[in-house]
Nanobody, 121 residues
Framework: QVQLVESGGGVVQTGGSLRLSCAAS????????MGWYRQGPGKQRDLVAT???????NYAASVKGRFTISRDTSKNTVYLQMYSLEPEDTSVYYC???????????????WGQGTQVTVSS
């Protein structure tokens, strides 16, 4: 069984910063890509940022230059440092991992439970 556990959400004022963390645990052979997505009320889940096992990153245009994704492969953990937060960033943030579970030879997709980020104006 594989679990993704997120932490670090909360309420912050416009212009503030937050750092999200997500740790993957369980029967994991290898992790390919880890990332963050967000979903507002009544909206689809959208990409925020991803980072591959080699450190290549990808960002949504709306967060580029304000958010930084990083990864500690030794801890199976991904981080999202968010600066200059705006009310439009208010959403539930979900951690995602594409990985090989132990004993399985194809990639599977896993999600965390989500953490609320609220930016007040």
């Amino acid at each position: 069984q594989v679990q993704l556990v997120e932490s670090g959400g909360g309420v912050v004022q416009t212009g503030g910063s937050l750092r999200l963390s997500c740790a993957a645990s369980g029967s994991i052979a290898a992790i390919n890509t880890m990332g963050w997505y967000r979903q507002g009320p009544g909206k689809q889940r959208d990409l925020v940022a991803t980072v591959t096992s080699r450190g290549s990153t990808n960002y949504a245009a709306s967060v580029k230059g304000r958010f930084t994704i990083s990864r500690d492969t030794s801890k199976n953990t991904v981080y999202l440092q968010m600066y200059s937060l705006e009310p439009e960033d208010t959403s539930v943030y979900y951690c995602n991992a594409r990985l090989f579970p132990s004993g399985i030879d194809y990639l599977r997709n896993y999600w965390g439970q989500g953490t609320q980020v609220t930016v007040s104006s």
